[in-house]
């Protein structure tokens, strides 16, 4: 396990913090976690979607985001140099590479491609390919399979050529768009401590944020903000855990430690992000709930929204992004530990946008969760 600490004197500071008074909010602050689907390839027109969903995250009116899906640097930059964050962090891309395909490693994948998705490029090639040639995608070596990845996904222009002239022969990411992580905070309130942990994953690179907000009247919370791993519905898990399932559990029990680690009894916790698992409810149906339990209970949180008046789902039907086969599920959560009082919690970026003179869509294939918090009564 690979872990990056920003500075080891902000840690020191956390514990510090942490052990003599504790890290307690004063004021209410408003928290929003968003699954922004930034993911080309995989959800479509990124490029139409990219500066309404920018545009969508600075006129926001949370004081602490929780990104997940901001996978593309510029995107990231572009957040990161405005003036109306005090804070923002993202991990660095991972830059381990493995060896990319082998001549006729692609063979079988190209075959499918071409009979299934003879005209498809950018979006819609790594659509068709995920989904209608899952078994040969998934069947490639994890270089291979890094490599086709980042080229089916990464670009809007990219075709079956293209797959094997940039990967045949050469070296690839074992991860899909090119190890890029896709989880960051964005913070109009100060930061006092922050750190990142890479989690243990196969294909897709995963992290959690980890920072100490500080309120301008000298109150402060923990905020752990993820994006847990989701099983690909046509790709074989290649990993060390077993299956895609297992891994998911396995970076739940990781966030559960680092907070632990982090957090000393009585301060205020905020976790956040989209955790591909959740429970049932009006409406929509559990989804991996073992894995949603392990986190709540073990950690000794609050389920926040889930259990609110505005409870609902999040990756929902009637979504512009979803697929006919989609099931209606609650998986971006904000939890609150630590005696943390609930002021009101809704869905948010519900509503169509116009993204074009004939499209109107959604900004994302998911809706996010704002909550206002304060200290408990």
């Known amino acids: 396990m690979k872990r990056w600490i920003r500075g080891s004197w902000l840690l020191v500071f956390a514990f510090a913090c942490g052990e003599d008074d504790p890290v307690q909010l ?25 500066v309404p969903v920018t545009d969508a995250l600075v006129a926001d009116s949370a004081d602490v985001l929780c990104v997940q899906e901001l996978w593309n640097d510029n995107d990231y930059a572009y957040l990161a140099g405005l003036d109306a964050f005090a804070h923002t962090q993202r991990l660095p891309a991972n830059d381990e590479e493995g060896v990319a395909c082998i001549p006729g490693e692609l063979d079988p994948l190209a075959a499918c491609v071409e009979a299934m998705c003879p005209t498809a490029q950018g979006d819609a090639l790594g659509i068709c390919a995920t989904n209608d040639c899952g078994e040969p995608f998934g069947a490639l070596a994890p270089g291979c399979l890094g490599c086709a990845s980042e080229v089916v996904m990464g670009s809007a222009t990219s075709s079956p050529m293209d797959v094997r ?18 989880v960051a905070i964005l913070s109009r ?3 006092t401590a922050h750190e990142s942990l890479v989690l243990d994953s196969y294909l897709v690179t995963a992290s959690v944020e980890y920072a100490q907000v500080q309120t301008p009247t000298g ?11 989701s099983p690909f519905r046509d790709i074989p898990y290649g990993g060390e855990f077993g299956s895609w399932e297992s891994e998911q559990q396995h970076q739940a029990d990781q966030l559960v430690g680092f907070i632990e680690e982090r957090v000393a009894s009585g301060d205020h916790v905020i976790v956040a992000g989209d955790l591909n698992t959740g429970p049932m409810g009006t409406g929509y149906e559990a989804i991996r709930e073992s894995i949603y339990r392990s986190i709540v209970d073990r950690a000794e949180l609050d389920e926040g929204f889930a259990t609110s008046a505005a409870a609902d789902c999040t990756s929902c039907l009637d979504n512009t992004f979803r697929l006919e086969a989609s099931r209606a599920t609650l998986v971006d959560h904000v939890l609150l530990g630590g005696d943390l009082s609930l002021i009101s919690a809704e869905r948010t ?5 116009a993204l074009s003179d004939e499209i109107d869509s959604h900004l994302s294939d998911h809706y996010g969760v704002r909550v206002v918090v304060g200290p408990g009564e």
Do not use: K, Q, W
């Open 26 to 50: 004063d004021e209410p602050i408003e928290v929003l976690t968003y699954n922004v689907g930034l993911a080309a390839g995989n959800v479509p027109m990124v490029d139409l979607r990219s």
């Open 165 to 182: 002239s940039e990967c045949e022969g050469t070296e690839g990411s074992r991860y899909i768009y090119g190890g890029t992580y896709d």
């Open 189 to 191: 309130l100060p930061v």
């Open 219 to 229: 109150g402060g919370v923990h905020v752990f903000c993820t994006h847990l791993a």
């Open 349 to 353: 970026y519900t509503e169509t946008v």
